[in-house]
């Protein structure tokens, strides 16, 4: 282990300890920090000796700003199969720490975004910061809000998670609280103090009341949610089925809120809105591995050449010019057999036992 190397893993008393190790690039994932990070978790889930697991990001800025989305699509455009092998690996992670027996404690301090939601979302705690900014930006990308988006997102209340999904909105820790997607809210000078208590705890008996205990000594008030205010426009113009009838729903309301949020809708993909809409409908029926199947997918119809995610990746994070040219001007010229198309089983499939 060095200050190399691009994940750690540590113990601190009864805690084993993850630190996401590239604060230049925001702590975003790549295949190697999964492939490690995999088989240590597995170990730590049947050892006696390891009572919970604690996951930061180091660097002050970022607990994770996402997956390395950009090395994925160099390889799509090279014939690489990282455009399989990062997904599946990936789902394959974010399915262990769903089902990861102990508790697991993240703690978003910064930009946590995407596959940073994955590390995060899945886990027993969830401890923002108030420098917290969460979002799920894929359809500004041409992709979709996966690592298990189908499955948290419509956990939100009304339609917030579609809303989260749609428009890429950036949250703080009052809004991710509101909306259960952080459990506590902690002040980010506390964070060196409540490391150590967690450390110190005695985790041998019964870890979770053990945590939660250390975790109510740091807890306080996130603020009042900026959502809340306009929570009766999400959930009605949000709770149709169709993307045209929601621009429609955001075009007739009249308010402020509504045309900032229109705006923004017009300039995502929307291919990526359609097939996210989609997916979202569908996940409410599905439980969680049939979602994570579903996402993969997704996630390999949106690697076939010519879909938006080359367009998106290459005007966002390449050319840097904010101006893709998306395979359809709106949403009416993206029709109903194209969108199913997306969720088309492929082989190898990714199925859970």
């Given at each position: ?5 691009e ?19 925001l ?8 492939e490690?990070?995999n088989?240590?978790?597995a170990?730590?889930r049947?050892?006696?000796s ?5 996951i ?12 390395d ?21 990936e789902y ?9 027996p ?8 910064g ?10 979302i899945?886990?027993?705690h ?9 979002a ?11 690592v298990?988006g ?5 956990k939100?209340?009304?339609e917030t ?34 490391e ?10 019964d ?20 959502l ?8 009605r113009?949000?709770a ?28 995502k993909s ?12 569908r996940?409410?029926?599905l ?16 690697m ?17 010019d ?29 199925r859970?036992?």
């Amino acid at each position: 282990m060095s200050d190399e190397d691009e994940i750690l893993f540590d113990r601190a008393g009864d805690l084993g300890v993850v630190t996401l190790n590239r604060p230049k690039a925001l702590n975003a994932l790549n295949l190697s920090m999964i492939e490690k990070m995999n088989p240590v978790l597995a170990d730590w889930r049947e050892d006696d000796s390891v009572a919970a697991v604690l996951i930061k990001g180091e660097g002050g800025k970022a607990f994770c700003a996402g997956g390395d989305v950009r090395a994925v699509w160099e390889a799509g455009r090279t014939g690489g199969d990282l455009t399989s092998r990062f997904f599946w690996e990936e789902y394959s992670l974010n399915r262990k720490i769903h089902m990861f027996p102990k508790p697991y404690i993240a703690l978003l301090d910064g930009v946590t975004m995407g596959g940073g939601v994955g590390l995060s979302i899945h886990g027993s705690h969830r401890v923002a910061t108030e420098r917290l900014m969460f979002a799920m930006p894929e359809t500004g990308i041409g992709l979709f809000p996966d690592v298990g988006g189908s499955w948290f997102l419509n956990k939100c209340p009304g339609e917030t998670g579609l809303y989260l999904a749609l428009t890429g909105a950036r949250i703080g820790a009052a809004d991710a609280a509101a909306l259960g997607l952080a459990t506590h809210v902690v002040g980010s000078d506390d964070l060196p103090a409540l490391e150590a208590a967690l450390a110190g705890a005695s985790l041998k008996g019964d870890a979770a009341a053990a945590i939660g205990a250390v975790l109510a000594d740091f807890n306080r008030h996130a603020g009042e949610p900026v959502l809340a205010p306009n929570r009766a426009i999400i959930d009605r113009c949000f709770a149709h089925d169709r993307l045209e009838d929601i621009f429609d729903a955001l075009a007739a309301d009249g308010s402020a809120f509504a045309a900032e949020t229109l705006a923004v809708l017009e300039k995502k993909s929307p291919t990526s809105m359609k097939v996210t809409l989609a997916q979202l409908r569908r996940g409410r029926e599905l439980g969680f591995d049939a979602c994570m199947t579903m996402e993969y997918r997704l996630s390999q119809a949106c690697m076939r050449p010519g879909s938006d995610f080359y367009e998106g990746i290459r005007a966002v994070l390449v050319d840097k010019d904010h101006a893709p040219n998306w395979s359809a001007s709106g949403p009416e010229e993206v029709d109903d057999e194209t969108v199913q198309g997306y969720f088309a089983p492929v082989a190898p499939d990714l199925r859970f036992a």
